[in-house]
Protein backbone atom coordinates (compact mmCIF):
# COMPACT_ATOMS: atom_id res chain seq x y z
CA UNK A 1 0.00 0.00 0.00
CA UNK A 2 1.28 3.29 -0.32
CA UNK A 3 1.06 5.49 2.69
CA UNK A 4 -0.03 9.27 1.73
CA UNK A 5 1.99 12.14 3.54
CA UNK A 6 -0.85 13.52 6.06
CA UNK A 7 -3.35 15.15 4.08
CA UNK A 8 -4.51 18.82 5.94
CA UNK A 9 -8.17 19.15 6.69
CA UNK A 10 -8.62 21.16 3.83
CA UNK A 11 -7.86 17.93 1.48
CA UNK A 12 -10.33 16.07 3.33
CA UNK A 13 -13.03 18.45 3.79
CA UNK A 14 -16.52 17.45 2.30
CA UNK A 15 -17.66 18.98 -1.15
CA UNK A 16 -19.54 21.89 -0.26
CA UNK A 17 -20.98 22.74 -3.95
CA UNK A 18 -24.20 19.77 -3.43
CA UNK A 19 -25.33 21.03 -6.75
CA UNK A 20 -22.32 20.82 -8.59
CA UNK A 21 -21.17 17.29 -6.76
CA UNK A 22 -25.10 16.39 -7.58
CA UNK A 23 -24.57 16.57 -11.57
CA UNK A 24 -21.13 15.40 -11.47
CA UNK A 25 -20.77 11.59 -12.81
CA UNK A 26 -17.80 10.97 -11.58
CA UNK A 27 -18.84 12.09 -7.93
CA UNK A 28 -21.90 9.73 -8.39
CA UNK A 29 -19.27 7.09 -9.35
CA UNK A 30 -17.94 7.76 -6.15
CA UNK A 31 -20.70 7.80 -3.85
CA UNK A 32 -21.38 4.53 -6.15
CA UNK A 33 -24.78 5.58 -7.27
CA UNK A 34 -23.52 4.73 -10.74
CA UNK A 35 -21.67 1.43 -11.41
CA UNK A 36 -17.91 1.32 -12.23
CA UNK A 37 -15.46 -1.38 -12.78
CA UNK A 38 -12.97 -0.68 -10.03
CA UNK A 39 -9.13 -0.80 -10.49
CA UNK A 40 -7.62 0.54 -7.52
CA UNK A 41 -9.54 2.72 -4.09
CA UNK A 42 -8.40 4.38 -1.20
CA UNK A 43 -9.65 6.92 1.33
CA UNK A 44 -8.40 10.07 -1.47
CA UNK A 45 -8.36 8.66 -5.10
CA UNK A 46 -10.84 5.75 -6.90
CA UNK A 47 -9.96 4.04 -10.24
CA UNK A 48 -11.78 2.88 -12.90
CA UNK A 49 -12.36 1.64 -16.62
CA UNK A 50 -13.17 4.29 -18.86
CA UNK A 51 -16.59 3.00 -20.38
CA UNK A 52 -15.07 4.51 -23.84
CA UNK A 53 -11.92 2.69 -23.54
CA UNK A 54 -9.73 4.73 -26.37
CA UNK A 55 -7.36 1.54 -26.10
CA UNK A 56 -7.78 -1.99 -24.61
CA UNK A 57 -7.04 -1.54 -20.54
CA UNK A 58 -7.98 2.25 -20.62
CA UNK A 59 -8.92 3.85 -17.36
CA UNK A 60 -9.03 7.46 -14.95
CA UNK A 61 -7.59 7.85 -11.67
CA UNK A 62 -9.44 10.47 -9.50
CA UNK A 63 -9.52 12.09 -6.25
CA UNK A 64 -12.81 11.33 -4.49
CA UNK A 65 -13.14 14.56 -3.84
CA UNK A 66 -15.12 16.98 -6.35
CA UNK A 67 -12.15 18.63 -7.90
CA UNK A 68 -12.77 20.48 -10.71
CA UNK A 69 -9.47 21.01 -13.06
CA UNK A 70 -6.02 20.65 -12.09
CA UNK A 71 -5.61 24.63 -10.78
CA UNK A 72 -7.87 23.49 -8.37
CA UNK A 73 -5.60 20.82 -7.02
CA UNK A 74 -3.50 20.86 -3.80
CA UNK A 75 0.35 20.22 -4.05
CA UNK A 76 -0.75 16.86 -1.08
CA UNK A 77 -3.47 15.29 -3.34
CA UNK A 78 -1.90 15.82 -6.57
CA UNK A 79 1.57 13.92 -4.88
CA UNK A 80 -0.77 11.46 -3.59
CA UNK A 81 -2.88 11.10 -7.29
CA UNK A 82 0.58 10.85 -9.38
CA UNK A 83 1.81 7.97 -7.00
CA UNK A 84 -1.11 5.95 -7.24
CA UNK A 85 -1.71 6.48 -11.46
CA UNK A 86 2.42 5.44 -11.20
CA UNK A 87 1.81 2.15 -9.39
CA UNK A 88 -1.64 1.68 -11.64
CA UNK A 89 0.09 2.07 -14.44
CA UNK A 90 3.39 -0.12 -13.75
CA UNK A 91 0.29 -2.94 -12.71
CA UNK A 92 -1.50 -2.49 -15.96
CA UNK A 93 2.20 -2.66 -17.87
CA UNK A 94 2.55 -6.00 -16.43
CA UNK A 95 -0.99 -7.28 -16.68
CA UNK A 96 -1.38 -5.97 -19.67
CA UNK A 97 1.59 -6.64 -21.58
CA UNK A 98 1.12 -3.42 -23.69
CA UNK A 99 4.30 -1.66 -25.77
CA UNK A 100 3.98 1.75 -24.44
CA UNK A 101 1.62 4.02 -22.20
CA UNK A 102 0.52 7.31 -22.24
CA UNK A 103 -1.08 9.81 -19.19
CA UNK A 104 -3.39 12.16 -20.72
CA UNK A 105 -5.28 15.00 -18.60
CA UNK A 106 -7.92 17.62 -19.63
CA UNK A 107 -8.74 21.01 -18.19
CA UNK A 108 -11.77 23.17 -19.58
CA UNK A 109 -13.50 22.84 -22.48
CA UNK A 110 -10.77 24.35 -24.39
CA UNK A 111 -8.32 21.56 -23.23
CA UNK A 112 -10.95 19.09 -24.63
CA UNK A 113 -12.14 17.93 -20.86
CA UNK A 114 -15.41 16.59 -21.15
CA UNK A 115 -16.19 15.42 -17.59
CA UNK A 116 -15.62 18.86 -15.29
CA UNK A 117 -13.84 16.11 -12.03
CA UNK A 118 -10.06 16.06 -12.81
CA UNK A 119 -9.25 12.89 -13.90
CA UNK A 120 -5.72 11.41 -15.24
CA UNK A 121 -6.25 9.03 -18.75
CA UNK A 122 -3.97 6.05 -18.06
CA UNK A 123 -3.84 4.63 -21.64
CA UNK A 124 -2.46 1.65 -22.53
CA UNK A 125 -0.66 1.41 -25.94
CA UNK A 126 -0.04 -0.85 -28.69
CA UNK A 127 1.59 -0.57 -31.79
CA UNK A 128 -0.68 0.56 -34.48
CA UNK A 129 -3.14 1.26 -32.30
CA UNK A 130 -5.35 4.25 -33.17
CA UNK A 131 -5.05 6.70 -30.40
CA UNK A 132 -3.42 9.84 -31.02
CA UNK A 133 -3.16 13.65 -30.16
CA UNK A 134 -2.92 15.67 -33.58
CA UNK A 135 -1.01 18.81 -33.43
CA UNK A 136 1.13 20.77 -35.83
CA UNK A 137 4.44 21.65 -34.20
CA UNK A 138 6.32 25.14 -34.70
CA UNK A 139 9.37 26.02 -34.13
CA UNK A 140 9.78 29.25 -32.15
CA UNK A 141 12.99 31.57 -32.22
CA UNK A 142 14.66 31.15 -28.68
CA UNK A 143 14.07 34.75 -27.50
CA UNK A 144 10.44 33.77 -27.58
CA UNK A 145 10.75 30.50 -26.12
CA UNK A 146 13.04 32.75 -23.51
CA UNK A 147 9.94 35.52 -23.24
CA UNK A 148 7.61 32.66 -22.80
CA UNK A 149 9.25 30.78 -19.62
CA UNK A 150 9.86 34.58 -18.39
CA UNK A 151 6.20 34.72 -17.97
CA UNK A 152 5.14 31.51 -17.07
CA UNK A 153 8.03 31.94 -14.29
CA UNK A 154 6.82 35.26 -13.52
CA UNK A 155 3.09 33.60 -12.78
CA UNK A 156 4.56 31.39 -9.38
P1 LIG B 1 -12.21 13.95 -20.73
O1 LIG B 1 -12.60 14.13 -22.16
O2 LIG B 1 -13.00 14.82 -19.80
O3 LIG B 1 -10.72 14.04 -20.50
O4 LIG B 1 -12.54 12.44 -20.39
C1 LIG B 1 -13.72 11.99 -19.84
C2 LIG B 1 -13.70 10.48 -19.92
O5 LIG B 1 -14.71 9.98 -19.06
C3 LIG B 1 -14.02 9.94 -21.32
O6 LIG B 1 -12.93 9.13 -21.75
C4 LIG B 1 -15.30 9.14 -21.13
O7 LIG B 1 -15.34 7.98 -21.89
C5 LIG B 1 -15.28 8.84 -19.65
N1 LIG B 1 -16.60 8.69 -19.08
C6 LIG B 1 -17.66 9.53 -19.23
N2 LIG B 1 -18.72 9.09 -18.54
C7 LIG B 1 -18.34 7.95 -17.92
C8 LIG B 1 -19.01 7.02 -17.06
O8 LIG B 1 -20.18 7.15 -16.73
N3 LIG B 1 -18.27 5.96 -16.62
C9 LIG B 1 -16.97 5.77 -16.98
N4 LIG B 1 -16.37 4.70 -16.50
N5 LIG B 1 -16.32 6.62 -17.78
C10 LIG B 1 -16.99 7.69 -18.25
ZN1 LIG C 1 -17.34 15.45 -9.14
Redesign the pocket.
Known amino acids: MIDPPAFPEKTLSPNTNAAAVAAC ?1 FCR ?1 VAGE ?1 P ?1 SKVFEDDHVIA ?5 AVTDGHF ?1 VIPRKHVETLYDLDAILAGHLLAVTTRLAKAAKKALRCDGMNLYQ ?1 NEAAG ?4 PHL ?1 L ?1 VIPRYKGDSFGIRYNPTKPPREKLDEKAAKIRGAL
Not at 48 to 52: S, V
Not at 112 to 115: K, L, N, R, S, Y
Open positions: IIISFMDIALAGQEVHH
